[in-house]
């Protein structure tokens, strides 16, 4: 089979599809080209995952608008089936490649999983298919990592005996079906043609803008869009820091900087979590690992956000000092696990961050979040004897808390704000001693 030919059954939706990890990005994508009317095929290491989803329930956790009905008609339809055998996918034109691309602690990509889909991949792939990554990788992964397992994996060649590409998925928690459906995507091909072919089969799917570009373009702009967003968000903690040391207001002054045309300066606050955002500027930067390009203000970034955690500590160690207590001996509650507001997801969470360093100064932590597993409870009898209160996540639940009710419950009543969630005017009326992440 041909690049015209696939392209032929694409525009038929008789090509086969396969995609391999059936994670919160690969499971939507699946079960999206299959309600476009394709025939999908999932594989996933996990067994459990395997069953579930072939009984039409998702495997995902949290609110995931629109999933689980979509999900249940598919596989209801016989048009999407999960299975655990790479064997499986030999009748597949089409083999998209949704695995996790973590970085380690040393912030180098780990590509177990990637190098595995591949090298599994290789030795079954139907000759003339097109297999696209859409993993989120380091600028440079298409031509380094991947072409070399498929040419090794196939005894073939690209272009001929496989077509390549790579488009980054932008899914979020949450909004995985409407991101996937309505946001832009770039489609980097190995070739012009392939590119073109992989715009028609997005078109099955995604309402947004398809870009048709190659590798390396596609490469860099899933982990710049990111890194900006990090280094975005550096420069407004930065300021955030001179706010506080001269006595400003960080809030208000991002206000009216922002009333200036082409200016959006970020919202400051006591960290950044999530999988993406402390992730890819890391893969960003790896793309150029080994080069003579001197890389400084990404990193730098990096650096600026991990510390918002313990500078929420530094905060509260002063307030509680003014206050004539100890941190060692302190108890504090914390309010917000997540690493977003609204949200149930912990990964790389700033809250983990200040409750291990509070707790390795032997300071008694109580942690509450309504959305986290563990986390939830009554409020204010957490918050009954403590000597503090940090706000380490925006949720809307903290808005409407009862400050008196709260100020009652608290040993001594001091609250540290680390996303200017609260009013300091009404804290201050009710009672409390306030400290506002950049306000000095
Ligand atoms: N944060 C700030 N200040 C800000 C924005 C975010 O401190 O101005 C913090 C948040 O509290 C959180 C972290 O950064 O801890 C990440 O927040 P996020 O709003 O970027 O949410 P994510 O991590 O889910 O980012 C995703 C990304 N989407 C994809 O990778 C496909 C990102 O590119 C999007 O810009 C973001 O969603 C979005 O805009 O919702």
């Known amino acids: 089979m041909d690049l015209r030919e696939l392209r032929e059954k694409i525009d038929r939706k008789e090509a086969r599809l396969a995609v391999i990890g059936l994670g919160y990005v690969g499971l939507p994508v699946a079960a999206l080209f299959a309600e476009a009317g394709f025939d999908v095929l999932g594989v996933e290491l996990r067994p459990e995952r395997v069953e579930k989803i072939n009984a039409g329930q998702s495997p995902i956790e949290g609110d995931e608008p629109g999933l689980a009905e979509l999900l249940d008609a598919v596989v209801g339809a016989r048009r999407l089936r999960a299975t655990t055998s790479y064997e499986d996918l030999r009748d597949r034109d089409v083999v998209l490649i949704d695995v996790e691309t973590p970085v380690d602690e040393t912030h180098v990509p780990r590509y177990q999983a990637l190098r595995g889909a591949l090298a599994s991949l290789g030795p079954v792939l139907k000759k003339g298919a097109l297999v696209i990554i859409e993993s989120t990788i380091a600028p440079r992964t298409m031509s380094t990592v991947a072409l070399p397992l498929l040419e090794k994996g196939t005894s073939g060649r690209l272009n ?179 690493y977003l507001e609204n949200s149930d997801d912990t990964r790389n969470s700033p809250s983990e961050v200040l409750v291990r360093h509070l707790e390795a100064l032997g300071t008694e932590v109580v942690v509450h979040d309504p959305y986290v597993e563990g986390y939830q409870g009554d409020l204010l009898s957490m918050a009954r004897g403590c000597d503090a209160v940090v706000v380490m996540v925006s949720h809307r639940d903290y808005r409407a808390l009862d400050l008196a009710a709260l100020k009652a419950a608290l040993a001594s009543p001091i609250l540290v704000d680390g996303r200017n969630l609260f009013d300091p005017d009404q804290l201050v009326k009710a009672g409390f001693t306030v400290v506002t992440v950049g306000k000095g």
Request: hydrophobic content about 40%; aromatic content about 6%.
């Open 160 to 338: 001929s005996d496989f077509y390549l590409g790579n488009c980054p998925e932008r899914v979020m928690p949450g909004k995985l079906v409407a991101n996937l459906r309505n946001l832009s995507r770039v489609a980097g091909g190995g070739s012009p043609e392939t590119a073109e072919t992989m715009v028609a089969l997005y078109r099955n799917i995604v309402r947004g803008d398809l870009d048709p570009t190659d590798w390396i373009t596609a490469e860099l702009v899933k982990t710049v869009e990111n890194s900006y967003r990090d280094v975005q968000i550096a420069f407004a903690n930065e300021v955030a820091l001179i706010c506080e040391a001269l006595g400003g207001d960080v809030w208000k002054v991002r206000e009216l900087v922002n009333k200036t045309p082409a200016r959006n300066m970020h919202l400051p606050g006591a960290g950044v979590g999530g999988h993406c955002i402390p992730k890819d500027p890391w893969l960003l930067v790896n793309g150029v690992r080994g080069m003579d390009v001197p890389v400084r203000v990404i990193p730098q970034a990096r650096a600026v956000n991990d510390s918002m955690p313990l500078h929420m500590l530094d905060l509260l160690q002063t307030a509680l000092e003014k206050a004539g207590k100890s941190i060692y001996d302190a108890r504090v509650l914390v309010l917000g696990y997540a």
